[in-house]
């Protein structure tokens, strides 16, 4: 558990280190607005890390709808067009 616990943190602040931030700045505020008992600091916390949380969760449902949309790509032209490749399996002398 201790040592799978840093990197799947480490993995999950490396691929959105900026709302992983303000996830960690909400928590943080939170947990000092509950420890010295000022509600208005916990209540902001507990509101900057839900939205952050809601940002990437929405973030991550556009990146799955862009994705199935994405129709494929061809980057060859079809097989009817395409002029036969040369035989490589003749072996010459290179030129000196």
């Known amino acids: 558990m201790n040592a799978i616990f840093p990197t799947v943190l480490k993995r999950l602040y490396r691929k959105e280190p900026i709302s ?3 996830i960690v700045v ?3 505020d939170a947990v000092l607005g509950g420890v010295n008992e000022v509600g208005t600091l916990m209540i902001l ?3 900057t890390s839900g939205i952050a949380i809601g940002y990437r969760w929405w973030c991550i449902q556009q990146a799955e709808t862009r994705f199935d949309r ?3 790509q061809l980057y060859l032209p079809p097989s009817e067009n395409r002029t036969p ?6 072996r010459r002398n290179p030129p000196l």
């Open 45 to 47: 916390g507990l509101l």
């Open 70 to 72: 994405k129709s494929k």
């Open 26 to 28: 909400g928590a943080v």
């Open 20 to 22: 992983s931030f303000i």
């Open 85 to 90: 490749l040369p035989n490589l399996g003749s």
